[in-house]
């Protein structure tokens, strides 16, 4: 975009929500995402900070009728590229839509925009004595609208589901500049196509999403957890399957390797006995009395496998738990300044194998990996740590989560469980997805947005001749 050009488009943008909420991109390094220098360079011409969604659809129209590029962004916590833009164009920021409508406590709803942070719906929930279960790990600055762009999860998405379970409407500007609203209030619905769903998971390729009515539930009256701790790694991934399928269903199972041990357990808060290889974070809830005949279960379940569970005595106790497992990916940054995270899905019952392969998988690309995540859904979190300076162990990281993402489609799983494709796993669709599939998904693609201007580069790659532009990829 030429100079002229690009002072144009600020000023048009500057027209509809004001000078002070747009730009030009002076530094496009500012606007990488939690997944730092492995995404591929930032490219944007312009940036601009909607405070309505008439301002986004203002922005939207303008842009559709043009063939401007728009990068839709959130928190910017997303570990797969998915906000960094890479065509030009306009970056839209939605931090300043952050109006709240109240808790509707007849139908436990809240209604708030999509630039609302996700720790604000948890305590606007808890206020309220209710509870909004999704809890994807950096709440403080993940937004509402990142959440439901990418269906996030979190720890307790064993037992509640992850954000599109908990997500009744969505208002959303679509490619052309059309304010929608998707959805309704009622807790069950057959009448039209379900759009809502469809830009749940859509990473800002389908429209953006300007505001959402979702759904709470009664806080728990209890929780109760702690550690369940084992000698052996393989004993350790197969009890939790056996745990799941002897009846029990915690609200959460995270499992952390040798490896992450090894890193975290000066921290611990609890002695750690010497010989632990694998490690489970387990919490039940319900209502009171409820949570600890389940803990008793889970104990009896555990009890041939494992070599010590510990359950936390008081909910200050639990609560340190969860702190020490939220510490790991910061401490594992330390270590060698990055790390590229892995997001697969296996089936439960092979999440043993799956940690192993993972294991030889970073062993074969001489990289430092150690494993924590989300066990009871078979979600894998590897870290495949880098030198952010240093090219050769960016790429050897790209071939690790190239073989992870083929290792967890050999067991029956999927490329991504909750962080998204972004642009980082663009390519891992293709072998995924049947082409039918594939065409089917650049379809609907292609019909919401025909000009293709919406997060270019993401997600499901429609065809080139479709796309014009080709966008390189990070490697073949
Ligand atoms: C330390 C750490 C821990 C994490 N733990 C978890 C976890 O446990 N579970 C989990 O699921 N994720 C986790 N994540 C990943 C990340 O927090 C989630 O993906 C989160 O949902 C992203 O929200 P965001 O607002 O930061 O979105 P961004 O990163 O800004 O954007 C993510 C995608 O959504 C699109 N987007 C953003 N806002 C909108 C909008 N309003 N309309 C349309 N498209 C939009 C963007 O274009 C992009 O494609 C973690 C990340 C970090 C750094």
Redesign the pocket.
Known sequence: MTTTIRTSLVEALASIVGSRFAGQVEDPSTLL??AGPLSQPPRADAWVRPKTPGEVAGVLAWCYERGVAV?????????SG??VPLSGGVVIA?DRLTRVGGVDHRRWLLDVG?GVTTAHVHRLARENGLNFPPD???AE???I???I??N????HALKYGATRAWVTGIEAVLAPGELVRLGAPVRKDSSELDLKSLLVGS??TL???TGALVRLTPAPEERVGGLALFADARAGATAVGDLLASGVLPAAVEYFDAATLALVAATCPVELPTGTAFGLLIEVDGRAGEAAREWREVEDALAGSSSAVLRAGTAGELQRLWDWRHSF?GVVMTLRGGFRSGDVVVPVDQLADALQRTGEIGREYGLRTCSFGHGGDGNLHPAFMIDPRDAGEIERAHRAADALADMALELGGTVSG???I?SLKARFMARQCSPAVLRAQAAVRLALDPKLLL?PG?KVLPAPEARGDPIPSIAS
């Open positions: 995402d939690a990068t839709p962004r959130g928190g910017a916590t997303g570990l998915g906000a939605l999509a994807p790990g950096a600055q993940s937004q609208g990142g959440n762009a990418t996030a999860g979190g720890p990473e800002g429209g953006i999403i990916p909750e962080h998204g972004g997060n993401k």
